[in-house]
């Protein structure tokens, strides 16, 4: 059944206000700075998609990383983007889980292996750091105590090829996503924690949830 003219035309007109039929020229990350540090096949491919979004992007270590977090205060428009291309050193990214707190998006990803991790962005107290990652991590596996030694690097041999320029690509994409979603103020994916097989470049979700602070123990008591 064809509709009339003025019906396509109507149809025409809503999806072109709605932005469906027009190319559009906003650059969803213009006015904001984003940081990145890590390793360069990533962070390279990363910084090309952030600056054609429109971000101002700078380069950083983690002295800058530390020094930023200590400095106590708000950068509401500004995110860190840390990629590795290997496991997390332990106690890497303690500094940069304070970023949050202060109001500053953190957004992570490094690689295991023949899989890659995206961390949920953390922009507000309470949204899920590296550290709780870790910990639900942990508490996912059987295989825990197993987990802790490769994260600490014993008994761990040389690692595979670094990541293919098509992994570099895929990764950038989904980091740039999750920096395009902070940025126009949407909360979707702060609880997303995905893993990313190199191998055949599949993406799998899974739900993360914070990990409480816990009270301190108390004090023993001595008898009287």
Same mark, same amino acid.
């Not at 983007?81 to 990214?93: E, N, S």
């Given at each position: ?88 050193? #332990?106690?890497?990214?303690? $500094? =940069?889980?304070? &970023?949050?707190? %202060?109001? *500053? +998006?953190? !957004?992570?990803?490094?690689?295991? /292996? ?47 090829? #670094?990541?293919?320029?098509? $992994? =570099?690509?895929? &990764?950038?994409? %989904?980091? *740039? +996503?999750? !920096?395009?979603?902070?940025?126009? /103020? ?39």
């Amino acid at each position: 059944m064809s509709r009339g003219g003025g019906e396509v035309e109507e149809l025409a007109a809503a999806f072109t206000d709605a932005g469906f039929l027009t190319a559009g020229t906003d650059r969803p990350l213009a006015g904001r700075t984003v940081l990145l540090a890590g390793d360069d096949i990533l962070t390279e491919t990363l910084a090309r998609c952030v600056a054609s979004e429109g971000a101002h992007v700078e380069a950083v270590d983690a002295s800058a990383v530390a020094t930023l977090a200590a400095e106590d205060r708000c950068a509401p428009d500004t995110a860190l983007v840390w990629c590795l291309d290997g496991p997390v050193p #332990p106690g890497l990214w303690d $500094a =940069a889980d304070r &970023l949050s707190e %202060l109001g *500053t +998006a953190w !957004l992570r990803c490094h690689r295991e /292996g023949r899989q890659a991790w995206i961390e949920p962005l953390a922009a507000r107290p309470g949204d899920v750091t590296a550290a709780a990652v870790r910990l639900r991590r942990l508490a996912a596996t059987p295989a825990h105590r197993e987990l802790a030694a490769y994260w600490a690097g014993q008994g761990v041999a040389e690692g595979p090829a #670094p990541a293919s320029e098509a $992994a =570099a690509a895929l &990764l950038a994409s %989904l980091l *740039t +996503a999750d !920096l395009i979603t902070w940025a126009t /103020g949407a909360h979707a994916g702060r609880r997303r924690l995905r893993r990313v097989d190199l191998r055949d470049l599949t993406v799998h979700t899974h739900p993360v949830l914070p990990v409480p602070a816990v009270a301190p123990l108390p004090t023993a008591r001595t008898a009287p």
